[in-house]
């Protein structure tokens, strides 16, 4: 029997876990992830004019705007791979007119998994974050410390963690960047949880990641159970 591949999004404040749960999410269930953030991430890297324009954006923890993020999600939500296996898009919609945007392509989730996090524990987690530049993992200088002396050495911060040019205090221009981030992440996020009511899972993030994983985890096993029970087998 052939069920239809799982479609996932997930959701939450900036550094609220998204990344963190979808490497956990995709090991176990195989679906292919697609991050609204890493996309336009690699779009800068790739030296293109919508790159250039995205980063001034990101820079500000503002939204990049709709002409670049939608068509860019929904090339990369019809590609093969993503269509077979099924998708879990992280960071994606952020805005009602995205959520329309995408329910007008014809992409429509079976579940919306918001992380919720307190807002001082964000902060902490931007602070600490550390990314692998080689195998693209996510890593906590304190609560997922790198595994070996080689893999610390090689770490990077995101730009938009450090934002240099804001304060000669580092923890001070820390939170600026995150706090902005954050502020508009606040603005936008009840307009997109009210378009999907009726398939949200909200998800206690403040606890540790295996934790946060085991109610993800939970819900989404007895999701494919209900349709099993539900849909008739050949
Ligand atoms: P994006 O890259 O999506 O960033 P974000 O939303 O700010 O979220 P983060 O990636 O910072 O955090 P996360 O939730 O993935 O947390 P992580 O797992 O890393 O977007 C960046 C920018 O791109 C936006 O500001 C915007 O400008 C633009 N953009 C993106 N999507 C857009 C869209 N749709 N439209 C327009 N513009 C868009 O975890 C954080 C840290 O905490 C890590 O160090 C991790 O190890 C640690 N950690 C994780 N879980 C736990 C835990 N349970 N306990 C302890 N530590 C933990």
């Known amino acids: 029997k052939a069920e239809p591949p799982l479609k996932i999004m ?38 293109s004019e919508n790159g250039k324009l995205a980063k001034e954006y990101m820079e500000k923890g503002q939204l990049v705007p709709d ?53 001082d524990i964000l902060i902490e987690r931007v602070v600490g974050r550390r990314l692998d530049p080689v195998t693209g993992k996510i890593y906590h200088l304190k609560y997922s410390p790198p595994e070996t002396e080689e893999i610390s050495a090689r770490l990077t911060q995101r730009f938009d963690d450090t934002e240099e040019k804001a304060s000669p205090y580092e923890t001070l221009s820390y939170s600026i960047s995150a706090k902005l981030r954050l502020k508009t992440h606040n603005q936008n996020v009840s307009d997109v949880l009210s378009m999907y009511d009726d398939i949200t899972i909200k998800i206690k993030g403040n606890r540790s990641k295996e934790e946060v994983f085991a109610q993800i985890d939970t819900a989404l096993s007895q999701m494919l159970q209900q349709r099993n029970n539900t849909s008739p087998s050949s």
């Open 10 to 47: 997930i959701s939450g404040a900036p550094a609220s876990g998204k990344g963190t749960q979808c490497e956990l999410i995709t090991q176990k269930y195989g679906l292919v992830h697609i991050s609204a953030g890493d996309l336009l991430r690699a779009e800068i890297a790739s030296g």
């Open 67 to 119: 002409e670049i993020v939608v068509m860019m999600v929904k090339d990369r939500l019809s590609q093969t791979d993503s269509q077979q296996k099924g998708w879990l898009l992280d960071g994606y919609p952020r805005s009602s007119s995205q959520a329309t945007a995408l329910k007008g392509f014809g992409f429509q989730p079976d579940l919306f998994i918001v992380l919720e996090v307190p807002e």
